[in-house]
């Protein structure tokens, strides 16, 4: 049948589209970067596909995105000969949003401030198709997946419902046409239907699209793989560009890092520190940041072999010579070469960071609140540059806020060990009677208070040569002895079997100045924050 359905936008998505619809974002020009990175992304996965099914009826001849301008009917499409969606994908694809955290995100949105605020956030989020939105009042969508005889027909207002119906004769591939609102300089809408607009904004946002963009006759952007060029002649803002086309962030990386090795195994490298943690960065299980090219052909996403999980919020492309087009996520796992490669990106990475450290603490700052707690685990997973990551390391002590060097420049004469205590607030911590004798010697305790930091600081046994000991846990030795008093020997045997059910041992001890008596755990026994942990989690 060829009837109209009409459906209703999953709730999220309909709070995402009247955002867009009431446009709270500035730049509207990123709506085209947007579409032309789907169509990019779907001419990607159709030669896949069409590599891993031989049968598939598909055409791969000229691969390409057309824009078609029309000025008197006032619409702008976007065509592609990409993979196409069936009518389940478009309801699914294009009706529901899968990303993760996107509640937490539109909760956040309602909860800004101001506009900038909000801005801010969407701008993390990254829109994608929905941002046709903020400068069409309607859109139209026709799709034809490889392989499908029928097509697909989708439009909407972006107010709570689309229309969906099926078209015989649509040609392979998506062809998205916005039906434009009138240009508004104040609301920054610029005329869309006009031809040199749309030149330079593809220009300046999608130059670098493996694939042709085509305008008429004219192919508009120059296709060359930003990292294939020499660094010197790469501006910055080419630079930025790139990534946020790679990550959908809107805002520029804190650092860029482009490499190349040569020898053996040739490959290049262009990777991003993203400025701000995306709102999913402790959701989402392990997918990085990092996608495989081979010969500037794109193979992957989420190349796990090149980035270890703690580093997944490093964004960027490696393009890898030598590698076969067909390779799977298990070889590429298991190669020997790709393990070098891995290694070189992520100590290239590390020492970018504590460049940065070293030359702008404040810009490091920046980034350890967004990002310290992934470095974090690395402290567990990485033991190879476990030294690295302690030097990266930004706690709070007693002190103030401070890295381990630090820490250790300052350590009392004697002090031969870094002390810790491990719970929920900074608060109680330092209420805690266990600080009482250190404080008194006027020794400095780390004050760790992140879930993480109780299960590294267990298994990372010393920075630079100094143990890490934990004030609430067995005997701390503060160079004085224990008292020896055995006029107090009655009481304790009296105060052992009367709490015998719940404590181990009762004993003098030299810790405590004003609280009479405190509990301390045994040195192997677990902290209570890691025991409520463990509960939570069923255990
Ligand atoms: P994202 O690109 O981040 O996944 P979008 O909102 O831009 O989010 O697109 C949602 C999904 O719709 C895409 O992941 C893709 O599966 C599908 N899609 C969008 N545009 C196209 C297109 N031109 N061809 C094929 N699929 C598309
Ligand atoms: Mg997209």
Known sequence: STGVETLEFQA??????????????????????ELISNSSDAIDKLRLESMRDKDLKVSLDDPHIAIELDAEARTLTVRDTGIGMSRDEVVSLIG?????????????????????????????????FYASFMVADRVTLVTRRAGEEGGTRWESAGEGTFEISEVADAPQGTAVTLHLKPADAEDNLHDYADEATIRSIVKRYSDFIAHPIRLGDETLNSMKALWARPRSEVEQSEYNEFYKHLSHDWTDPLETIHMRGEGTFEYEALL?????????????????????????????DDCEALMPQYLRFVKGVVDAHDLSLNISR??????????????RLVKKVLTTLKDLQAADASKYGTFWGEFGRALKEGLLDDTDNRDTLLELLRVTSTHGDTTLKEYVERMKEGQTEIYYMTGESRSMIENSPHMEALRDKGYEVLILTDPVDEVW???????????????????VDLGSDAPKDESFDPLLTWMGTALADNVKEVRLSSRLTTSPACVVGDAHDMTPTLEKMYRAMGQ
């Open 96 to 128: 529901t949003i899968a990303k993760s955290g996107t509640a937490e995100m539109l909760k956040a949105m309602r909860e800004a401030k101001d506009a900038a605020a909000s801005q801010e956030l969407i701008g993390q989020f990254g829109v994608g």
């Open 272 to 300: 991003f520190v993203p400025a701000r943690a995306p709102f999913d960065l402790f959701m989402r299980e392990g997918k990085r940041g990092v996608q495989l090219y081979v010969k500037r052909v794109f193979i992957m």
């Open 457 to 475: 600081v267990e298994q990372v046994p010393a920075y630079d040569g100094k143990e890490f000991k934990s004030i609430a846990k067995g005997q």
């Open 12 to 33: 999220e998505a309909r709070q995402l589209l009247q955002l867009m619809v009431h446009s709270i974002y500035s730049n509207k020009d990123i709506f085209l970067r």
């Open 330 to 343: 298990e070889i590429l796992q298991q190669d020997r070469q790709i393990r070098v490669v891995r290694r």
